[in-house]
């Protein structure tokens, strides 16, 4: 295997956009219209909304004070009911025992675009459940990964530590129990936390922890999982904390913290859906970053890049752009 990369070309490939307005590292990032929304990072509160034409960011809200991040999970969980284009509802949840205990939080956002021509006196802010539901209770959330997905895109998928896959009714935002088979099989030393965890289809997900990949499908009618196991990927042993898109039947991995060697790392792993098979590109990342976010952008087929952390373990500020065409049609190395 050739491990050689031009490195000296890789702050080609990648174009530097505005900084951010704060500093983030584990930011939890969406894509709605023409915006990249950032909804708070590890410790961080704020969210902002990057305008892609404009290339500028608004100040959204803030988290509650009494709510602290630390590996929590944001999605789209579905269109506003007023079917206003601008709108969209946001769902926001996070907690454990894990280190310090992190106050558990479940919340929910009816968010109108910041950037909307209309007045109104609608205000974005996070509100938790009326009836002071919190998910998973003693359940460990850092890092935890959540997708949409099952008939009518009614179910919430959760992938957490130490090797669970869970689900939750978006219509009444209860747990779905006698799930069957809903312990990964994922090697005992290998937490899925800090993971890639991505949707193929409504039914059928990918779930990537360290070098370990496995495809996962669920059976509606039976409440049970199936899985089949594929092929490992060695550079990525020890590594987590990945950023990742999905883009034409390809997973892309951005850098990563390997605490083996206790240090960030540059590297751009693919993995190909339909061949089963691993490469890395043959150009890095402009400099060693774990705890990065990455957020597809559909109107410009090219991927954002959001915060991190170095290897001085500084949070950054930092906001790259890369067309995806750069990184799916270059020189690429076989694992």
């Not at 609608?122 to 850092?142: L, S």
């Not at 949409?148 to 896959?165: K, Q, W």
């Not at 799930?179 to 994922?186: A, F, R, S």
């Given at each position: 295997m050739d491990h050689h990369r031009n490195e000296d070309n890789s702050l080609l490939n990648f174009e530097q956009l505005p900084d951010l307005p704060a500093d983030f590292y584990r930011a939890q990032c969406v894509w709605f219209g023409e915006e990249l929304l950032i909804c708070g990072g590890s410790h961080n509160n704020q969210c902002?909304?990057?305008?892609?034409?404009?290339?500028?960011?608004?100040?959204?809200c803030s988290y509650p004070k009494e709510v602290t991040l630390y590996g929590h999970t944001v999605i789209i969980c579905a269109r506003s009911e007023s079917k206003e284009k601008d709108r969209v509802t946001l769902l926001s949840f996070g907690g454990g025992p894990y280190g310090w205990s992190v106050p558990y939080h479940t919340m929910l956002m009816d968010y109108k675009s910041v950037w909307s021509k209309q007045k109104s006196k609608?205000?974005?802010?996070?509100?938790?459940?009326?009836?002071?539901?919190?998910?998973?209770?003693?359940?460990?959330?850092?890092g935890a990964r959540a997708?949409?997905?099952?008939?009518?895109?009614?179910?919430?998928?959760?992938?957490?530590?130490?090797?669970?896959?869970?689900i939750v009714d978006l219509k009444t935002y209860k747990y779905i129990d006698n799930?069957?088979?809903?312990?990964?099989?994922?090697s005992k030393d290998n937490d899925v936390f800090y993971h890639c965890f991505i949707p193929l289809s409504t039914h059928h997900f990918i779930l990537i922890s360290e070098n370990?990949?496995?495809l996962i499908q669920f059976h509606q009618s039976t409440h049970a999982f199936e899985y089949h196991i594929l092929p490992t990927c060695p550079t990525?042993?020890?590594?987590?904390?990945?950023?990742?898109?999905?883009?034409?039947?390809?997973?892309?991995?951005?850098?990563?913290?390997d605490f083996n060697k206790s240090q960030c790392t540059d590297s751009i792993h693919i993995f190909h859906v339909k061949k089963k098979s691993w490469s890395q590109c043959n150009?890095?990342?402009?400099?060693?970053?774990n705890g990065s976010a990455?957020?597809?952008?559909?109107?410009?087929?090219?991927?954002?890049?959001?915060?991190?952390?170095?290897d001085d373990r500084e949070n950054q500020s930092t906001h790259f752009f890369i067309p995806i065409k750069k990184i799916v049609w270059s020189y690429t190395t076989t694992i």
């Open positions: 902002y909304s990057y305008h892609v034409s404009k290339r500028q960011y608004k100040e959204i609608h205000k974005n802010k996070w509100v938790a459940f009326g009836n002071g539901t919190f998910f998973g209770e003693n359940y460990d959330f850092g997708l949409v997905g099952g008939t009518d895109n009614a179910l919430l998928f959760i992938t957490r530590s130490p090797r669970y896959i869970e799930l069957k088979n809903n312990i990964l099989p994922i370990e990949i496995i990525l042993k020890f590594c987590r904390s990945f950023a990742y898109v999905y883009f034409n039947h390809q997973i892309i991995l951005f850098g990563g913290w150009f890095t990342l402009p400099f060693p970053i990455a957020v597809f952008n559909p109107f410009q087929f090219a991927v954002h890049l959001i915060g991190g952390k170095n």
